[in-house]
């Protein structure tokens, strides 16, 4: 699968951004990206990073004035959500890749910067409390 094509497959997924329906979004995404995290040269990470944000600024001035800023919201979005944390839990040079393209954005765009998250402090995130007691935002929640 193309990096591309990855990306906007994902952009459904930021619909499911709570606790009940992150864990299988995720699943289905890492599943997707399992070919793309493969496919991955190691000795190639900083030259397919720089090629991704090139196209990316290609992708974003082709959708239109008034739709570039949203879909690179939901690009660095799905980045930091979805491709940071599978790419954790794929291999070396997977993470190795998402380090690398996370520092290439973030100098790149430093008005838009984003920072990898982590799959289980994702899901921390979602427990809130209140003077020590859990609020749930689900009744199936423990």
Same mark, same amino acid.
């Given at each position: 699968? %193309? ?8 952009? *459904? ?9 992150? *864990? ?15 496919? !991955? %040269? *190691? ?28 879909? &690179? ?9 979805? !491709? ?20 290439r954005w973030n100098a790149r765009f430093p008005k838009n910067r984003f920072h990898a998250g982590d799959y289980d402090?994702? &899901? ?6 209140? &003077? ?11």
């Amino acid at each position: 699968m %193309d990096f591309f094509e990855l990306l906007d497959s994902a952009q *459904p997924y930021l619909l499911c951004f709570d606790y009940d329906h992150y *864990p299988g979004c995720f699943a289905q995404f890492q599943a997707g990206a399992d070919g793309f995290f493969a496919s !991955l %040269d *190691p000795g190639r990470l900083d030259a397919a990073a720089e090629e991704i944000l090139r196209r990316a600024e290609e992708r974003w001035r082709a959708a239109g004035f008034w739709h570039r800023s949203e879909l &690179m919201r939901k690009d660095r979005t799905v980045l930091a959500l979805f !491709l940071s944390p599978a790419a954790a839990r794929h291999s070396d040079t997977a993470r190795a890749f998402a380090d690398v393209l996370e520092e290439r954005w973030n100098a790149r765009f430093p008005k838009n910067r984003f920072h990898a998250g982590d799959y289980d402090k994702i &899901m921390l995130g979602f427990d809130k409390d209140f &003077m020590g007691i859990k609020l749930r935002k689900s009744k199936d929640r423990g």
